[in-house]
């Protein structure tokens, strides 16, 4: 079996056998993120591949993020994560629900470590609580109001 896949830093701390792909791949922000003692000895052991996702790629999972309504909500390790996992073919092991949520909408493959992985696809949107509107931005333009990140569209996934 030919199992590859990119690794958030959960990934790298907390599973124990990595014995089961054949090719791992993250991004250098996930190392800095792994700097404890344990994390370095358990990075020396793994075949691990670092790399940086194109611009191309790292646009193109701007582009959805926005669009499902998680942009604001991932980091740019995230993006990252999301673009080589595109780029790779791979399976993307991260228990992030934005970072799942925009793999479904891509057609990544994914897993979570500790918790359920998503079984809804949500399309998030911006909500003002007083004018009962959704708008783009911070702030609700008619009365000021902070704009809350609220499902506009909630699916099931199969």
């Keep these: ?44 052991g793994l075949r691990i591949r670092v790399e940086e996702p194109s611009e191309n790629s790292l646009g193109e999972v701007k582009k959805v993020a926005g669009e499902t309504g998680d942009l604001e909500e991932l980091s740019k390790t995230d993006l990252k994560l999301l673009a080589l996992a595109k780029e790779k073919k791979c399976l993307l092991i991260s228990d992030d629900r934005a970072v799942q949520n925009v793999a479904k909408k891509m057609g990544i493959n994914f897993i979570s470590l500790f918790f359920k992985k998503i079984s809804k696809f949500i399309l998030w949107g911006k909500y003002c609580k007083n004018c009962k509107k959704w708008f783009e931005g911070r702030f609700c333009p008619i009365c000021g109001e902070v704009l809350r990140r609220r499902p506009r569209r909630i699916e099931e996934i199969q």
């Design 1 to 44: 079996m030919n199992m590859k896949a990119v690794l958030d830093t959960s990934a790298i701390l907390y599973l124990s056998d990595f014995s089961i792909f054949e090719e791992i791949f993250t991004v250098s922000e996930v190392l800095e993120e792994a700097k404890d003692r344990m994390s370095n000895l358990k990075i020396s």
